[in-house]
């Protein structure tokens, strides 16, 4: 059973300065503020060093970071299905969790699943793929296409760039395919 205890930035405030400021022990801060976990606590100390007292007044400060985030983010305006809303969700949480708020008052407040959230950061399109990918269609499109994968490999290495056959090959075969669709 996980615990659900809210706490008011008045006690988190006064825990935080009594572990770091007076030295209190971590156990006797948890006894004296009925604090549940550890790493509440810690989390709060993080927060506190790096924002001060605003970085602990909790969800009320991560919810308007969020609503002057969606209200600025142009992505999201434009964005039609599901799948490019959440798209444009997560990339708010990362700019907003970047900045030090925390992960689950963010995404609570954007409506955005945890799951959804790791699942987007994992599927980002990796930039130097792309480029890969720019590389060997420059070269299809000035070599023509007899130049296979061999030597697009070969051409590429010549740049200086380190890459195997077999991913020069798939990247080829998905170039190919997207260009007789």
Not at 7 to 27: D, F, N, P, Q, T
Not at 102 to 121: F, G, K, N, W
Request: with cysteine.
């Amino acid at each position: 059973m996980t615990d659900t205890r809210t706490y008011s930035s008045e006690l988190k405030i006064a825990a935080v300065r009594a572990h770091l400021e007076e030295g209190v022990s971590m156990g006797e801060v948890l006894a004296t503020y009925g604090i549940s976990t550890r790493a509440a606590l810690l989390a709060w100390c993080a927060a506190y060093k790096r924002f001060g007292e605003t970085g602990l007044l909790g969800e009320n400060s991560a919810r308007e970071a969020v609503r002057l985030a969606v209200q600025s983010s142009d992505e999201l305006r434009h964005a039609r299905i599901a799948k490019d809303v959440n798209r444009a969700k997560a990339a708010i949480a990362r700019d907003l969790v970047s900045e030090g708020y925390l992960i689950t008052d963010v995404l609570e407040a954007l409506e955005l699943s945890r799951s959804t959230y790791y699942y987007i950061q994992a599927h980002l399109v990796d930039t130097a793929r792309e480029e890969l990918r720019a590389a060997i269609m420059t070269i299809m499109d000035t070599r023509g296409p007899a130049f296979g994968y061999r030597r697009v490999t070969a051409a590429l290495r010549a740049q200086g760039m380190h890459v195997g056959q077999n991913k020069v090959l798939r990247l080829m075969q998905e170039i190919r395919r997207s260009r007789s669709e």
